[in-house]
């Protein structure tokens, strides 16, 4: 996962091939991994940043659950990039579109072809998984004539701080799949003000949020159905993330994968529950792991947002709601916000 650092830029393969992947791990005043691994591990609940659990294995099983029939958010999502991207991509109003957490990029497709349709583009995904950046911007490319696309290889704050350091004019940043809602509110605070710091005035910033809804939908949508392993499979990868990185002895079946909605905070908590009392060292990082029987640790939050708390939350970092997109249900939404000029 950790792109290195020997800043070479590594050229995707094919005539066409118009895109680029840069190593940006671990730059400017971000908080190294280690760190940040070891901070997560020591809550109360122990939990594990959400970046760690995206490898290659990881982004596949990722996909793999954006195909289950109850989770809706990726349908919901397409849909509404398919009947709007036009509209969305004129209001982006430029050719730099910047996007957190790319993944397949199958549904930024929708966008970047509404943009080209206005202007010449360049996308710039920042993702921590090197192989989906590399096969999204083969995908991209090879489907859209003309675009640009330069990977960022690192995490957010990774990214933000090359593009800023790399000043080019305007930029869009996107940011979909309500992945948003995976960070609790003090890391989406910290990372509204990196993108903040990124943007110039009048800058826009697209982000897609599930709003709250009933348990029972919540709790089918993020748990797997009968026969089907692929959420397990995403959330015990974090301990094989661990075992590789860090030289952990986590055993995957001494944990039980579940989702549980929690109502007092509007947040969906993915669980690695521990069959039995467990004391696990990860030498890595210098620390034990304990996890009582029937306690858990926290592998994703996915924040589940009020439209309105939405405005006031992206608001207070110096940006204006310019125009929303929900579904026919009022369940699920793209917003955009317009950087304001006085900071
Ligand atoms: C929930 S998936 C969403 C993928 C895609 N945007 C979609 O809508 O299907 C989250 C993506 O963000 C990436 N990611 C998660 N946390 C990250 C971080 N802190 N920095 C960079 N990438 C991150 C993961 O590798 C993964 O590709």
């Not at 960022?152 to 309500?178: C, K, N, Q, T």
């Not at 509110?185 to 990372?191: D, H, I, M, S």
Request: aromatic share 8%.
């Amino acid at each position: 996962m950790r792109p290195g650092g020997n800043g070479r830029a590594v050229t995707g393969p094919g005539p066409r091939a118009r895109t680029r992947i840069l190593p940006v791990a671990d730059r400017g005043d971000a908080v190294p991994e280690e760190e940040v691994v070891r901070d997560h591990l020591g809550r109360t609940p122990p939990g594990l940043p959400p970046w760690l659990g995206y490898d290659e294995a990881g982004s596949l099983l990722f996909e793999r659950i954006t195909e289950l029939p109850a989770y809706y958010l990726t349908r919901v999502e397409r849909a509404l990039l398919e009947r709007h991207s036009a509209e969305v991509a004129e209001l982006l109003g430029c050719g730099r579109i910047v996007e957190l957490g790319s993944g397949s990029a199958k549904k930024t497709r929708l966008l970047l072809e509404g943009c080209l349709r206005l202007r010449p583009t360049s996308y710039l995904p920042i993702d921590v998984d090197r192989s989906m950046l590399a096969s999204s911007g083969a995908a991209l490319c090879a489907e859209l004539d003309g675009l640009e696309v330069t990977g960022l290889w690192g995490r957010y704050e990774d990214g933000l701080d090359w593009l800023r350091a790399h000043a080019g004019g305007p930029l869009a940043v996107v940011f979909l799949g309500s992945t948003f809602g995976n960070a609790v509110r003090e890391e989406r605070g910290g990372l509204l003000r990196e993108i903040a710091r990124s943007l110039g005035p009048g800058d826009a910033f697209l982000v897609s949020a599930d709003l709250d809804k009933d348990r029972e939908t919540l709790e089918a949508c993020y748990n797997d159905p009968p026969g089907d392993a692929a959420f397990a499979g995403f959330r015990l990868n974090y301990l094989t993330r661990l075992n590789d990185l860090y030289g952990a002895e986590f055993a995957l079946d001494d944990f039980v994968p579940r989702a549980r909605y929690n109502a007092d905070t509007s947040t969906v908590e993915g669980r690695l529950v521990a069959r039995a009392d467990r004391a696990v060292p990860v030498p890595g990082l210098g620390v034990t792991v304990r996890v009582p029987r029937g306690g858990f640790l926290n592998v994703g939050y996915s924040v589940k947002f009020d439209e309105h708390g939405l405005a006031r939350e992206v608001g207070a970092h110096g940006f204006d709601l310019q125009a929303r997109w929900l579904d026919e249900d009022a369940g699920y939404g793209i917003f955009l916000f317009r950087r304001r000029g006085d900071g």
